[in-house]
């Protein structure tokens, strides 16, 4: 099995900064991509950003310039920095990947359950 365990979250004040992590672990063969993402009430799971194998990333136009996302591809880790923290970023974020697992033809997603940040105005 694959699991993704997310920490980093917790409560800051607005124009704050947190350090999310993400670490994948089981039978993993390789990552193709992994990401962050976040569900706003009422609305679906939205990519907040993501970072592929060979180093590309994607970020959400609303946090452009504020966070950044990084990994540690031989440790199956991945990280986000977010900086300038808006009350309207408050959410629960869930690490995402796209891994391969041994004796699986095919990558598959995978998902963490989830790290809270709340940001006070």
């Known amino acids: 099995q694959v699991q993704l365990v997310e920490s980093g979250g917790g409560l800051v004040q607005a124009g704050g900064s947190l350090r999310l992590s993400c670490a994948a672990s089981?039978?993993?063969?390789?990552?193709?991509?992994m990401g962050w993402y976040r569900q706003p009430p009422g609305k679906q799971r939205e990519l907040v950003a993501s970072i592929s194998s060979d180093g590309t990333t994607n970020y959400a136009d609303s946090v452009k310039g504020r966070f950044t996302i990084s990994s540690d591809n031989a440790n199956y880790k991945v990280y986000q920095q977010t900086d300038s923290l808006k009350p309207e970023d408050t959410d629960v974020y869930y690490c995402?990947?796209?891994?391969?697992?041994?004796?699986?033809?095919?990558?598959?997603?995978?998902w963490g359950r989830g790290t809270q940040v709340t940001v006070s105005s």
């Open positions: 995402n990947g796209m891994i391969k697992r041994y004796y699986s033809p095919v990558y598959s997603d995978y």
């Open positions: 089981g039978s993993i063969i390789g990552i193709r991509r």
